[in-house]
């Protein structure tokens, strides 16, 4: 063999294995890439954690009262007692960390199906807007004051009310049906939303 046609061997040789590193490369690369991807959704989710859906403001009206008793009955002039209100600001949402959800390729000309299971919806936050303080009456008595302990208990009472009020004019549905949104447009930022229509599982 001629020096010039081991030359061209050398040549065409190097060729071929810089082909084949590259096809071999470029595959690598594209598992990686597909891998990285196929988490992002998952990991969009977990870095969520708890996500407020609906708020609601609700203001409710307490009375505080107090007075002396002598045989299980109230003595005159030793009752106390002050009406006031607070507004309630209520958060509700879910734990995004407990959302599961199911990828089902669909058959031919079929649509696939992603089937997401929801957890409760929650209280994520209750809090009384301090600013917001109206007094209505008030009647301090010596005899029987209100005490910082019992004025604590009675704001716990209202919190309670207001998160019941908030509950049964419909929060929890609102907050589920704008989380069902939220996740939507998630989960669509990683799948065709021509190819795959969303399903909804929620626990009972």
């Given at each position: 063999?001629?020096?010039e046609?081991?030359?061209?061997?050398?040549?065409?040789?190097?060729?071929?294995?810089?082909?084949?590193?590259?096809?071999?490369?470029?595959?690598?690369?594209?598992?990686?890439?597909?891998?990285?991807?196929?988490?992002?959704?998952?990991?969009?989710?977990?870095?969520?954690?708890?996500?407020?859906?609906?708020?609601?403001?609700?203001?409710?009206?307490?009375?505080?009262?107090?007075?002396?008793?002598?045989?299980?009955k109230?003595?005159?002039?030793?009752?106390?007692?002050?009406i006031?209100?607070?507004?309630?600001?209520?958060?509700?949402?879910?734990?995004?960390?407990?959302?599961?959800?199911?990828?089902?390729?669909?058959?031919?000309?079929?649509?696939g199906?992603?089937?997401?299971?929801?957890?409760?919806?929650?209280?994520?936050?209750?809090?009384?807007?301090?600013?917001?303080?109206?007094?209505?009456?008030?009647?301090?008595?010596?005899?029987?004051?209100?005490?910082?302990?019992?004025?604590?208990?009675?704001?716990?009472?209202?919190?309670?009310?207001?998160q019941?009020?908030?509950?049964?004019n419909?929060?929890?549905?609102?907050?589920?049906?704008?989380?069902?949104?939220?996740?939507?447009q998630?989960?669509?930022?990683?799948?065709?939303?021509?190819?795959?229509?969303?399903?909804?599982?929620?626990?009972?």
């Open positions: 063999m001629t020096k046609k081991k030359k061209k061997f050398k040549i065409r040789y190097i060729v071929i294995i810089m082909v084949i590193i590259a096809i071999a490369g470029g595959t690598f690369v594209a598992k990686q890439y597909f891998s990285t991807e196929s988490k992002t959704t998952k990991l969009t989710f977990e870095n969520i954690g708890k996500l407020s859906t609906q708020e609601v403001r609700c203001t409710t009206v307490k009375s505080e009262s107090k007075d002396r008793k002598l045989f299980g109230s003595i005159p002039f030793t009752k106390s007692e002050i006031y209100s607070y507004d309630t600001d209520i958060q509700a949402g879910y734990d995004f960390t407990k959302i599961r959800y199911t990828v089902k390729d669909g058959a031919k000309n079929e649509k199906k992603i089937c997401v299971h929801l957890p409760e919806v929650e209280i994520i936050s209750c809090d009384i807007d301090k600013d917001s303080f109206k007094l209505y009456h008030e009647d301090d008595n010596i005899f029987s004051p209100i005490s910082m302990e019992e004025h604590n208990d009675a704001l716990k009472e209202l919190t309670d009310q207001a019941e009020d908030a509950i049964s419909g929060l929890y549905d609102k907050a589920q049906e704008n989380g069902k949104n939220i996740i939507k998630f989960l669509y930022q990683g799948y065709d939303k021509e190819k795959y229509d969303i399903e909804f599982e929620n626990d009972k």
